[in-house]
């Protein structure tokens, strides 16, 4: 089974012939026609991951046709056109993910290639309204961005959110999912072009988080979010901070920019913040989202589509930020 490899940390993934490995019990083989990149494929190669064991086929995110299963049990399945849960062994809590948990693509052989193992538990039936390529961008970021504005953020419809770094991934799921639940959405990006887009996609206003005081400007024209979705953190964490409604909630799933270099903690207390964490998201969580991607039919923003064999080119991309939403792999 040919699939991309990472065999070495910063160096080029390498198209590979592999074993797919034993077709346990329980587990699918899934012929792969999609898969989409996520931030974190770009971290491991980087080896800026806990817990990389090379070589490994990367990707998360894939959707396909069940060509075989493990148990005749499972029989049904075979044939059906799926998208696959990444967040494997979540548990059982709501609140948090059990130390059993793991993703898609690292340990485990990713969807970067031809065909792949994974729970038939994880399987759920591609959303007829997508695309293969559609279909495969949806699931990491979908959950992620589905958990952090509704589970953990606790969006309420005619809330003021507004969702950082628009361009990423997550963020134009989270600007998607919030519209969708009746709220008033802004955005930030380094890009006017991608505020633009935003504004297309429901967004009703847009700063770029480069401008210095960019977040006055927010707070005067656009008002004071009562929630904030961000995955940047690092030094513009501290306008967040300023900007967010008395009693907001500020959510963060990601720190790309690195730590947050201050927090003013009297903003914080006197304005009776909620910091929240959140991660990927639960079983209940995947299919929230599902449900609210079909009531709202809402399609992934897809950025560029490249070939398996050119997931390098498809990884430069990201890490040159240029993405507004999904980089896909047609398979
Ligand atoms: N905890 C989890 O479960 C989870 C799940 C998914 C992702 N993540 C993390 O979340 C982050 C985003 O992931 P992704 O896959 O959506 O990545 P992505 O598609 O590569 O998007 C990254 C985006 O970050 C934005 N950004 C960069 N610098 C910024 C800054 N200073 N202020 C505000 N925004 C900034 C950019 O937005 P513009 O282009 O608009 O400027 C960029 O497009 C990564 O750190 C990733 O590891 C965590």
Redesign the pocket.
Known sequence: MPGMMIKELKAPLELTETELGELKPGYAKVSLKAAAL???DY?ITQGLYPGIELPKVLGSDGAGIVAEVGDSGDQPWVGKEVIINPGWDWGTSEATQSSEFTILGMPHNGTFATEILAPVEMLRERPKHLSWEEAAALP??GV?AFRATMSQGQLRPGEKVLI????????TFALQFAVAAGAEVAV????EA?IAAAKELGAVAGFN?REEGWQKNAAQSFGRPNLIID??A?K?YANLVELAAPGGRIVN?????GPPEKVDMFKLFWNQLKLIG???GSPADFRGMLDLVDRHQIKPVIDQVFSLAQANEALAR?EK?E?FGKIVLRI
Not at 164 to 171: E, P
Not at 188 to 191: D, I, R, V
């Open positions: 996520n931030h974190r971290w990491l970021a992620t950082s770094g628009v361009g990423g991934g997550v963020a930030t990006s380094s890009s991608k988080y995955s940047a690092g513009g799933y990601g720190a790309t920019t959140s991660t990927m990201m930020g993405q």
